[in-house]
């Protein structure tokens, strides 16, 4: 080898090394969002989903950084309050995607605001991984970058529907809000009760916001059926259990829907929560990674997650994060991936057609202890259900 | 106040400016990227708002609450008819289904005054979205409504900018005519003006019914933007008091308060939401005291009290 060709040979080492070196130090993955901050959303949004994402890209970094096709690249993320404004999330994932041109977003708080993503997401060509949006009407849409993480509310009322049947149920009364999920909630639960033969003794609906339902718990009491259920959102959830505690309106069976899965319901109303059942997924003892994913939550936050729909976010990240390793930051890749293959995570395994989590199955959850035990299906079961329910204390 | 306000007739510098304004506004869309063009949309959308409501509110003293249901049936027009319609045809009818619900709930109301008539008209917001809310349920089976197939980006901001624009002309008209000046002597005393020959019950309504009508052509404009309507997110009370507070802020009493409080309160609230995540509210709040402390007349006073001042001297 001449001397000339061997100083070649160094210079074109050094030069690998350099580029090797600069890609080690590569500019940040920046990760953009809106999500409620201030206003009606917020609640929601800081207990199930943003706190997930700085968890994330706090575990990510101080693990080196996001894998991106083997080189390691540190997450940025750059997140907004989107004020629980229907206009201002709009306006700032069009800035996310075209000012500030991030690589990959992450989803907003709630089914409204997720809607009103699904047309830029579509047009700029962002996969979006949503834990806090259900509804068949969003997957009707057919935007190929979306992907609901939830349970669909007839998966989930098939499983409650299940459950009752197991238990022998005869007779169910019900009360639902006037508003998407409510709605879509109970016409699922009809139509599965219908199907198990289970008699419907009553339905009544109440609007959005509602301040007293004693007169409504009332009468459902008077009729006396095997099961209660409440398809409500999280204010109305704390107030129908208050309220039937204060009439001793005590069915073998009471379940209430959203809220239900939040710590604070448990911290608010104490004892009175024994034996409640609503909507879940998981808890702490569902599996090795979910107790991890709960004592990092503590660990960081001082407060638990919930144990619906933080989990899925949390499972939301895990997929990105996985989809990333094999296609990089190509956002139709990344999309591609997610589409076609099936991942790990928190939750268990998951998989998509038509953009709907197919894997994760609908669940009856109850507190018990102070834990929100998973009692339905038996293959997902942390605990025995609590049944007859004991009446309010 | 004074009279002088309504007596002011623009120069040509002025007319000339705001035809430069114009052009630049309308081209805009060609010009701006996505993020941008929709900021440029937020200030357009409360101008119209803000402007049409110191029509009525700010010369009558009148203090409506009533924008944001006025603003909610306009979407809901469009929620309901849009794939009917076409959207130019929905944005009018938007605006003339909250102009008839005005006028009705008019005869109704505007013998109120002061905290009555504000807290009546706030509950308006509410009356609406619940009922619309009932007769979804009762009839269609659902209270949510999905919009596909929505306009581009660039016919729905040139809209927007059209009625914005109607809206700040009819206003301007309105101040000249004699309309305008009975709606000015309802504010400054309405049983002179009544005794004056003024039938003032019929031009409240006229004055409230003409200002919900832009507020619910913006309203049936801007709802093609977020394809799923439902009543909690059009019936959004958050709307009708940021409209009053920059028509407040401007100073309601004129045109061009409104209108420049509407810019540099939808660029300042954006840019202190980006910039300052966790305390925009705070440093907003601040902003908004001292404001009304150092300038209880709002913005326009700044350029008034200078032309008075000049005048005097």
Redesign the interface.
Same mark, same amino acid.
Not at chain 1, 85 to 88: D, G, L, P
Not at chain 2, 141 to 144: A, D, K
Not at chain 2, 230 to 233: E, Q, V
């Given at each position: 080898m001449s001397l000339s060709l061997r100083w070649k040979a160094l210079a074109v080492a050094l030069l690998v090394a350099a580029g090797a070196n600069a890609f080690a130090q590569d500019a940040p993955v920046r990760i953009g969002y809106a999500i409620a901050?201030?206003?009606p959303w917020a609640t929601g949004a800081q207990v199930s989903q943003e706190p997930n994402y700085i968890m994330w890209a706090d575990q990510v970094n101080a693990a080196g950084g996001l894998n991106v096709k083997g080189k390691k690249r540190k997450v940025e993320l750059v997140?907004?309050?989107d004020?629980s404004?229907?206009?201002?999330v709009?306006?700032t994932y069009?800035?996310l995607?075209?000012?500030d041109k991030v690589d990959l977003i992450l989803p907003p708080w709630g089914?409204?605001a997720n809607?009103?993503v699904?047309?830029l997401i579509t047009k700029h060509g962002y996969p979006m991984l949503a834990p806090t949006a259900t509804g068949r009407?969003l997957l009707?849409?057919k935007s190929p970058y979306f992907f609901a993480l939830l349970q669909q509310p007839d998966v989930m009322m098939d499983a409650l529907a299940e459950y009752l049947a197991a238990r022998s149920t005869k007779t169910v009364a019900f009360i639902h809000v006037?508003?998407?999920f409510g709605?879509e909630q109970a016409?699922a639960l009809e139509a599965s009760l219908k199907e198990k033969k289970i008699q419907i003794v009553a339905k009544k609906?109440y609007?959005?916001g509602v301040k007293d339902l004693q007169p409504v718990l009332n009468e459902m009491k008077s009729l006396n059926p095997d099961a209660f259920v409440s398809l409500s959102y999280p204010p109305d959830t704390f107030l129908v259990t208050g309220q039937s505690k204060a009439i001793a309106f005590n069915p073998k069976v009471f379940y209430a829907a959203v809220g239900t899965a939040f710590p604070v319901y448990r911290d608010k109303m104490g004892a009175m929560v024994e034996g409640v059942m609503g909507l879940g997924t998981w808890n702490p003892k569902s599996s090795p990674a979910a107790k991890a994913y709960f004592d990092a939550h503590v660990a960081k936050f001082k407060k638990e997650p919930d144990r619906w729909a933080s989990a899925h976010a949390w499972a939301g990240l895990q997929i990105l994060q996985q989809a990333v390793e094999k296609a990089g930051v190509d956002r139709k890749a990344v999309r591609d991936y997610i589409a076609a293959n099936e991942f790990d995570t928190v939750i268990g395994k998951i998989r998509f057609k038509g953009g709907e989590n197919i894997s994760t199955p609908g669940v009856v959850s109850q507190w018990q202890s102070g834990e929100f035990e998973v009692v339905w299906p038996p293959q997902r079961s942390t605990s025995a259900s609590l049944y007859p329910k004991p009446a309010f204390k | 106040m004074t009279m002088s306000g309504f007596r002011e007739r623009p120069s040509r510098v002025t007319i000339a400016a705001l035809a430069t304004g114009v052009l630049a506004l309308a081209v805009a869309p060609w010009v701006l990227?996505?993020?941008?063009l929709?900021?440029a949309l937020?200030c357009l959308m409360y101008a119209g708002l803000a402007v049409s409501w110191a029509m009525f509110s700010g010369a009558t003293n009148y203090l409506s609450l009533a924008t944001a249901a006025f603003f909610g049936i306009g979407a809901y027009v469009t929620a309901l008819g849009y794939e009917s319609l076409t959207y130019p045809v929905s944005v009018f009818l938007g605006g003339l289904a909250a102009s008839a619900f005005a006028a009705i709930v008019g005869v109704a109301i505007l013998h109120l005054r002061g905290a009555y008539f504000a807290v009546l008209t706030f509950g308006l917001g509410e009356l609406v979205r619940?009922a619309i809310?009932?007769v979804e349920?009762k009839y269609s089976?659902? +209270?949510?409504r +999905?919009l596909?197939e929505?306009p581009e980006a660039a016919t729905v901001y040139l809209t927007v900018l059209v009625v914005a624009l109607a809206a700040v002309a009819v206003c301007v008209a309105v101040r000249s005519s004699r309309f305008g000046l009975a709606l000015a002597g309802i504010g400054a005393d309405e049983q002179r003006a009544q005794t004056l020959g003024v039938n003032t019950r019929l031009v409240k309504i006229g004055g409230f019914a003409l200002s919900a009508f832009f507020a619910g052509a913006l309203g049936a404009a801007?709802a093609v933007?977020?394809?799923?309507i439902?009543?909690?997110?059009v019936f959004?009370p958050?709307i009708g008091f940021q409209t009053v507070l920059i028509a407040m802020v401007g100073g309601a009493q004129t045109v061009a308060g409104p209108l420049v409080a509407s810019i540099v309160f939808s660029l300042l609230t954006e840019l202190l939401?980006?910039q300052f995540?966790?305390l925009?509210?705070i440093i907003l709040g601040t902003l908004l005291i001292l404001l009304v402390l150092y300038l209880p007349g709002g913005i326009a006073s700044l350029w008034t009290r200078k032309r008075a001042g000049k005048r005097d001297g």
């Open positions: 901050r201030t206003g997140g907004y309050d004020r404004e229907t206009e201002t709009v306006r069009e800035k995607m075209t000012s089914t409204g809607f009103a699904l047309p009407k009707q849409l006037d508003e998407l709605l016409s609906s609007p959005m | 990227n996505e993020f941008l929709s900021l937020t619940h809310t009932f349920k089976g659902t +209270v949510g +999905v596909t929505t801007m933007r977020w394809t799923y439902d009543p909690p997110a959004n958050f939401r980006l995540p966790y925009f509210l």
